[in-house]
Each structure stands twice: as structure tokens, then as C-alpha cells.
């Protein structure tokens, strides 16, 4: 479960899932910070982590080997649909067989299975002191 806590200045919010923090903040109308990312960057951040984990556990079971170096993830929102476009950057080429593996972990990775699904969003409590 993670729990989001508002900090008292416009718009910051802390971010925890019991372990660890992050904080994010919004520029609005002359308010708010830059205390950490904004809602829609967490939210391609998590896909963009998930495709680089992902990737490295999909070629560990294929036993298929990548470039080696650096894989550099780009996400990129679209505004106009519920769209991410997902750019890979490898230090060197990739063969067919690797390719059609990046391309398929990319697909199937648990975060973008997750945005795949039809998505609702439930008030499920509201809790007053």
C-alpha cells in the first residue's frame, strides 16, 4: 500500500509505501515547488523502472545476453489518449533475437500490464478525526 501526505506548502506531497519516501510536487498558478516529480512523472517513472527490470529478468530466462552498459528507458506521455510512448537506448546494437525481446518486455512488463487493463478509481474510505 503506499499513503501520500500532504506537507502544508502548495501542493507538496510526501510519498511512502511504509519503506521508503519519495516527494512530489506541481507548479500551479504561481504555486507550488519543485520538492520532487510530478504525479504524471511518478507514474512514468514506475513504467519506465518496471521495462529496465524487466528487461534484465526476461533475458536472464530467455538466456539471452544484452549490450552491455547502460539500457537508458525514455517515456513519453501522450496527452491526447491514455498513450506511453517507450524509447530504449542500448550502449550498442541489438540482434533480431534481442529485439524482438526488448519489444516484447516492453508489451508485458507488470506496470504496463497494469495501465493495459481498464482502470477505475474507487473512493474506497473517507476517514475523519
Do not use: W
Not at 502548495?10 to 500551479?28: A, I, L, Q, W
Amino acid at each position: 500500500m503506499v499513503t501520500a501526505t500532504r506537507l502544508g506548502t502548495p501542493y507538496g506531497v510526501e510519498v511512502s509505501n511504509g519503506h521508503r519516501t519519495v516527494f512530489s510536487d506541481t507548479r500551479k498558478e504561481s504555486k507550488g515547488g519543485d520538492a520532487g516529480m510530478r504525479p504524471h512523472e511518478l507514474l512514468e517513472s514506475a513504467l519506465a523502472a518496471c521495462v529496465c527490470m524487466s528487461l534484465d529478468m526476461a533475458a536472464e530466462r530467455a538466456g539471452v545476453t544484452l549490450p552491455e552498459g547502460t539500457v537508458e528507458v525514455a517515456i513519453n506521455r501522450l496527452d491526447s489518449e491514455t498513450a506511453f510512448n517507450v524509447s530504449l537506448r542500448f550502449a550498442a546494437g541489438l540482434s533480431a533475437e534481442q529485439e524482438e525481446l526488448v519489444q516484447g518486455v516492453v508489451r508485458t512488463s507488470p506496470v504496463a500490464r497494469t495501465l493495459g487493463k481498464p482502470i477505475q478509481v474507487r473512493p474506497a474510505a473517507i476517514v475523519t478525526a
